[in-house]
């Protein structure tokens, strides 16, 4: 009988175990499997079912990994991994369909079309704040597009990374479709292979190794990443609408813990007080007067990350500075919902992506400077205006480079299918959702069509003058012109 260490061997994945992988998922590939309309489609199929038959579980799994509410659970994951699938069973045919483009002159008769084509075997490797979108919603554009899969879930969330790959085993063509679980040594190993595309989502630091690794194969990667994303707040607002939005944006999303959440707000010095009065107002309405203790917010994903936060909180630089909140329990990696007032620009808080429950408030002269002010930062992967003014929406609109912008709202850009979603600079690279997945995973070919007839002696050697003039008038693309040259006129 094998020993526990054997067993336990045996189950090692290792560079060796990632290479039989590779040379499964691209045999699979090579045979043409995964490229017809009928087998993507049922594997879509096959994955609305498993979502649909399991959503008791997938709440079990996030209640387990974070503290997740069963609605925030419901509408943030499920709810969306659903309506990604449904996009894409209801738009395939249409996505898969070569696109017909117009030829030049200097290629008639012609005709061309534009083919997209699956790009191979890709890596997705996903987040533990949202283990379930970030986990399938980049799964569903590569099998829609046609490819061969493997999908490493976060280790930080493993009782979604076990359910996924139960899931995926009973669900999916595993002949096709694959999940590693693992921390570093897995994904490790999995970086060393040659992959037609990386999917990743996650922070810069890993983001970095993850290019190097891609950099050595030439591997193109999708980066899902983050950073400080802005809230600017004019005076003449909804304030009732927009302080709930806020609150609801901030910490009613995994508490803060999603990559498009409000990372701090910028409003005049005059409208501060006001907008935050209402905001303990909502937070004390949504979450009661002992958030440590709602049943609706979620807690602090891990204990290195609660870490991480009470750093920040514990930052000398904004000692006297927290006006709402601030308590912590470690036992339960909690943090209460926390407002900071004017903290110092070199403060751990303002200097880092937060990721949590904590948000300052930057106060400005006028609100004009708070464009400025956005300007000056690295690229968000959103930023966010409350405003009636028409004239500061198109300044925020033309000013403000960030993956995207929402005006009047927070983080609901993500809903709407026809929007990419994605980063700019530091917060990322690419973007996917709705046919934008379909195109991240899919290579776009140019195909010309010609026959025989209209070979044009001009093209070939001997050169003359006379050529060289019919050619010119041909590349040029006007017809006068080619009338003076067919007669010899310069």
Not at 114 to 124: A, F, K, Q, S
Not at 376 to 393: E, G, M, Q, V
Request: hydrophobic share 40%; charged share 20%; aromatic share 8%.
């Amino acid at each position: 009988m094998a020993s526990e260490e054997q067993v336990k061997n045996s189950t090692v994945f290792d560079t060796d175990a990632a290479n039989c992988l590779m040379k499964e998922l691209r045999a699979t590939f090579v045979a043409g499997t995964t490229k017809s309309y009928e087998w993507r489609s049922k594997q879509l199929k096959s994955l609305l079912k498993m979502i649909e038959d399991n959503d008791k579980q997938i709440c079990d799994a996030l209640f387990s990994d974070l503290g997740k509410p069963e609605m925030e659970a419901y509408i943030h994951e499920i709810a969306m991994i659903k309506s990604s699938c449904k996009v894409a069973l209801k738009k395939l045919k249409d996505w898969m369909r070569p696109e017909k483009v117009k030829t030049s002159l200097g290629t008639l008769p012609s005709s061309a079309e534009i083919v997209p084509e699956p790009l191979g075997v890709v890596l997705v490797i996903s987040a533990w704040n949202y283990p379930l979108l970030l986990s399938v919603d980049p799964v569903i554009g590569a099998i829609a597009a046609g490819n061969t899969v493997v999908l490493k879930p976060s280790e930080l969330a493993p009782a979604m990374s076990s359910l996924l790959a139960k899931l995926f085993g009973i669900y999916l063509d595993n002949s096709a479709i694959k999940v590693v679980e693992g921390a570093v040594p897995e994904t490790s190993a999995l970086l060393e292979q040659k992959w037609d595309k990386i999917f990743y989502t996650g922070n810069g630091r890993v983001a970095r190794i993850v290019m190097a690794a891609a950099a050595k194969n030439l591997t193109p990667v999708v980066l899902e990443l983050g950073g400080k994303s802005p809230v600017l707040v004019d005076s003449n607002i909804d304030l009732a609408v927009t302080s709930r939005r806020i609150v609801s944006g901030k910490w009613g999303t995994n508490n803060g813990q999603a990559c498009v959440g409000p990372d701090y707000i910028i409003t005049t010095k005059q409208y501060a007080p006001v907008l935050i009065d209402s905001l303990k107002h909502n937070l004390v309405k949504f979450f009661g007067e002992d958030p440590m203790n709602s049943p609706d917010i979620s807690r602090v994903g891990h204990s290195n990350h609660f870490a991480r936060l009470k750093k920040m909180l514990d930052d000398d630089k904004i000692s006297g500075k927290i006006i709402h909140g601030g308590q912590t329990d470690k036992s339960s990696l909690k943090i209460a919902p926390t407002i900071i007032l004017d903290a110092p620009e070199d403060s751990l808080i303002m200097s880092e992506e937060i990721f949590g429950p904590l948000l300052p408030i930057v106060t400005v002269e006028k609100i004009e400077d708070g464009i400025e002010f956005i300007k000056s930062r690295p690229k968000p992967l959103a930023a966010y205006l409350f405003t009636n003014s028409k004239k500061l929406k198109e300044e925020f609109v033309s000013n403000v480079s960030a993956g995207g912008v929402v005006i009047n709202d927070v983080t609901l850009h993500l809903m709407v299918d026809t929007l990419p979603f994605g980063g700019i600079g530091e917060s990322g690279m690419g973007a996917y959702h709705g046919k934008f997945s379909f195109d991240a995973f899919s290579h776009k070919k140019a195909v010309l069509y010609r026959s025989f007839f209209g070979d044009a002696p001009a093209r070939y050697p001997p050169y003359t003058p006379g050529k060289l003039r019919l050619l010119t008038a041909l590349l040029d693309g006007g017809l006068f012109g080619i009338i003076r040259a067919l007669f010899g006129f310069s």
